[in-house]
Nanobody, 119 residues
Framework: VQLQAFGGGVVQPGGSLRLSCAAS????????MGWYRQSPGKQRELVAV???????VYFDSVKGRFTISRDNAKNTVYLQMNDLKPEDTAVYSC??????????????WGQGTLVTVSS
């Protein structure tokens, strides 16, 4: 099982970016999917998660600006980020709790993608 993230880049304050993360491999079921971020000198923090039932949870500082969604047919989770602020600058990583066809349910991580918000 692998997760691959796309969509980071450089954007001006107030701009938008969309991250995506696709899971591939021998997958029986994808449970919760989410995005985390880590800035230099800070601990990794949860940004948003979406359950298999499409329930969502957001970190307070991104509520109203970020939207997490998932396409179960494509095994993909998205993070639409609007009204970006310099403090959103971080490496964003996707996470998925996956039950593989063979083996135990486990957490999987994609490679990080850098989001830089700067004028």
């Amino acid at each position: 099982v692998q997760l691959q993230a796309f969509g980071g880049g450089v954007v001006q304050p107030g701009g938008s970016l969309r991250l995506s993360c696709a899971a591939s491999g021998s997958i029986a079921r994808i449970n919760t999917m989410g995005w985390y971020r880590q800035s230099p000198g800070k601990q990794r923090e949860l940004v948003a998660v979406v359950t298999s039932g499409a329930n969502t949870v957001y970190f307070d500082s991104v509520k109203g600006r970020f939207t997490i969604s998932r396409d179960n047919a494509k095994n993909t989770v998205y993070l639409q980020m609007n009204d970006l602020k310099p403090e959103d600058t971080a490496v964003y990583s996707c996470n998925a709790n996956i039950t593989p066809r063979f083996g135990r349910r486990n957490d999987y991580w994609g490679q990080g993608t850098l989001v830089t918000v700067s004028s």
